[in-house]
C-alpha cells in the first residue's frame, strides 16, 4: 500500500497501490462528487508537484454521460486534457455530480517551468477494472498508462 | 488460475488450458524459460485469459518471454482475429500507437566515437525535444498534420527529412494506406501537432550502441552490420496524438458491447465488430497514429543525421524499423488456409520471415533497458507458423516504477551506469530509477528464449555508451 493522502478530519481521500508497469490509485468519497474531486487530485499529483501549484484562476468544466464510470473516464480525461493542452495545473477541484453529469471549478495556474515541478508523463487514463463501488462510502481503481 | 495450472507444452511454452466456462474460446500460449516463469504474475495470466475469450480469435491467447500485466491485454500479448467473425479492440493496441523502435548504424568505429561521448550526447540532448510535455522545434499546421497522418514517413521525405532508402527500411515502409485524418478528432489533433518530431519521456530514449558481438555473421553482413560498429537506436511513439486517438475510440466503443452483444470481461477490451463501420474508423485513425510515429521517428533521426555528420562528417544509415504497439491486416495461414486477419501487438513485435528490403527475415530490434544490451534478430518461419509472426518487444518490467524509485536512488543508478561507461543525460534525473536496469527482467533471458523457440533468430548484441532518456 502507498502512502495515504489524509484530508480534513483524517479521512483518507486517495492512495497509491503496485502496478508492474504503469501507476494505479484508488481514490475514495462519501459521495460521488467527492469521490470524483479526490480522483482528479489523485491525477493532478501523478502528473506535477501540488505543493507549489496555487489556485489562482478558475476552469470551469461541464459534462454529461450514460454512467457513473463513463462520466468518471470523461472527468479524469479532461482534466488531463487541462494539464497537457492548456498548460494548466489545478490545485483544488470544486466538483458537483448531479444524476450522471457534472459542473466542476478547476481551480489552478498555468504550468511554468522555473516554479513547478513536473513529475511524469500520463499517457491517459484507462478503463481497466474500472468500476465504481458503494460499500457504505464509495471508492474506485483507477489504471493510469504512463 | 494459479502459475501451478499452467500446462507445460515443453521447456518454453506453457499454456492456460481452454476453460469454455469461464468463456474462453481459444487456449493461452506464453512463452517462458523456467527463470522467466518466477517473473510471471496473477496479473498476466489472467489478463492472457481474458483476451482467449474475445469473439473470433484465432488459434491462440499469446504472451511473448517479456511479458507483465498492463491493462486489458497483457504487455506482450499477441492475438489475431477473423476479419468477418472478429474484433477490432482499441486496448489490444494501447494508447502509445505505433510506440517502436529503429535502428540506424554509421561507418564509425567504437574507438572514433567512444572519447568524444559526453560531447555527442550533449549535442544530441539539444538537437532532440525530449522530456516531460516536451514539443517538437518544428511548427506544423493542421493541414500539414493530416499530411502526416496519411503519409506517414513519406512526409518526412518530402519535406527532406530522409531518403527513399530509409523507407525501404521499415515496416510496412513506415506508412500505412489506411491512414485518414477525418476519422481523427479535432483534441487529437491539437495534442498532435506541437509534439511532432520529439522523443517524449517515460521508457522513450536515443542511445548510443556498438555492435558488441556476433552471433550470425552472414545475416549481420546482409544487415550491413559489424563489430564495433557505432549504431543509434530511437525508441519513441506517436506522442499525445495516438494516446488521444486510443482514449477518444476506447471512450466509443463502450457502448458498442451493448450493441453488438459482445460480452467484455473488462472495459478495456471494449471492441467492435471487424467487419463494423466503427471498426474501419478506428483502424484508419490508428493507421494515422501509426503514420505519426514514424514520420517522428524519421525526424529524429535526420537530427541525430545532422549531429553525426558535423562531429564525424559520418553518416548513419536506417537498418530497420519496427513497430510494437499496433493492429495489422495480414494473411496467417490458419488450419492449413491463408486466412487474412486482424493481428494486434502490444508490446511484440512483428517477426516476418521474408523482408523485401534485405531478401532474408526481416530485422528485428529489440531495445534492452537503460544502460544494457540490445539485440538485432532476424524473422523466422517458425514466428509465422508459431505466433502470426511474432516475437518479444524489450525486457518486460519487474519492479514497478514506485518500488524502482523507493528501492533505488538517482545518483546511485547512473553511477552504476558510469562504471559500465555508459553516459546519460537527462531532464529529470529524479525519474532515473523508474528505468534503471534492476526494474527490468534480464533482457539477455528473453532473448535466449525466442531464439531457442526461433521467433526470431539472435544475429548480434549491441552495447550501450551513452543515453538520451526522455
Known sequence: MGADTLGKKNVRRYEFLEHTADVLFRAYGNNLSELFENSAEALESVMIDLTNVAPKDIKHVDLSSDTYENLLFDWLAAVLILFEVESFAIRRFNVNVKATSLTADCSGEK??????KLKIEVKAVTYHELEIVKNGMYHVNVTLDV | MKIMDLKKVNDFIWEIEKDPLVGMRVPGRIFLSKTLLNFLELGAIQQVTNVAKLPGIQKYSFAMPDVHTGYGFPIGGVAAFDIMEGIISPGGVGFDINCGTRLLATGLKLEEVYPRITELINKLYTSIPSGLGSKGSLKVSEKELDQVFINGAKWALRNGYGNESDLKHCESNGHLESGDPSKISTLAKKRGMPQLGSLGSGNHFVEVQYVAEIYNKDVAHTFGLWENQVCIMIHSGSRGAGHQICTDYLRAFQSAASKYNIQIPDKQLACVPADSTEANDYFSAMSSAANYAWTNRQMMSFWVREVFEREFNAKANVVYDVAHNIA?????KIDGETKEVYVHRKGATRSFDKDPSYGIGQPVLIPGSMGTSSY????????MEMAFGSTCHGAGRVLSRKAAKHKLGSKEVMEELRQKNVFIKTG?????????PEAYKPIDEV???????NLSEVVLKLKPIGVIKG
Open chain 1, 111 to 116: 504550468i511554468n517551468s522555473k516554479k513547478h
Open chain 2, 447 to 453: 532473448i535466449s528464449v525466442v531464439n531457442k523457440l
Open chain 2, 428 to 436: 529529470n534525473i529524479s525519474d532515473i530509477p523508474e528505468e534503471a
Open chain 2, 376 to 383: 538485432v534478430l532476424c524473422g523466422t518461419k517458425d514466428a
Open chain 2, 328 to 332: 495489422k491486416l495480414e494473411k496467417h
